[in-house]
């Protein structure tokens, strides 16, 4: 299956499903800011990249039709879908978010955790839909929170937990299509 990834930031999770994938198997990457490690990454493993900033939604839907996407997955896209890509793909985009959904939906939600007092957090990759943070969930995996956590050690267990269920959950879309 032809996977398109779009991200915002540092893209560990994307080189992530890079070599985890089979080769030739993620074709692009939509990035929205320039030089970010996502693109870095992208130039390292010889992924297409291409840099779309405005929200230029018809562009990037043209982009991964043209690449022959059949799934799309955001990895750190730090901003809003519109139905207008959804109804592109339908159940074709999926997301990862540091949480434990449907706690701590949106942004900042380690920090939200911690401030909770949460004992446990994690991470969840689900569908995307035009609600935030709320289409249905394929896989989630949970982290302890230990004392003495910050957001850089506790993020760090967190990713660690991504870099595993995301390739599972894609697996499993996969199979579902
Ligand atoms: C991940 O923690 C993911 O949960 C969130 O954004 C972060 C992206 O990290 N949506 P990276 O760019 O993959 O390193």
């Not at 942004?107 to 969840?124: E, I, Y």
Request: proline fraction near 3%; charged fraction near 25%; glycine fraction near 6%.
């Amino acid at each position: 299956m032809k996977i398109g990834v779009m991200c915002s930031g540092n893209g560990s999770n994307f080189e992530n499903i890079v070599r985890t994938c089979r080769t030739d198997e993620v074709v692009l990457m939509i990035y929205n800011k320039k030089d970010c490690g996502a693109y870095k990454r992208a130039s390292k493993l010889g992924i297409s990249s291409c840099l779309i900033r405005s929200n230029d939604e018809a562009k990037i839907i043209r982009e991964f039709m043209w690449a022959g996407v059949e799934l799309i997955v955001l990895a750190g896209w730090m901003r809003i879908v519109t139905p207008h890509l959804i109804d592109a793909f339908p159940r074709r985009i999926i997301n990862i978010h540091p949480s434990l959904l449907p706690k701590h939906k949106g942004l900042n939600v380690v920090q939200r955790a911690l401030d909770a007092g949460d004992t446990v957090a994690g991470c969840t990759v689900h569908y995307v839909t035009e609600e935030l943070d709320s289409g249905d969930i394929i896989l989630q995996a949970e982290v302890p929170i230990i004392e003495n956590d910050t957001v850089e050690t506790l993020t760090r267990r967190i990713q660690l937990k991504e870099y595993c269920i995301l390739p599972q959950a894609i697996d499993h879309v996969k199979h579902k299509v």
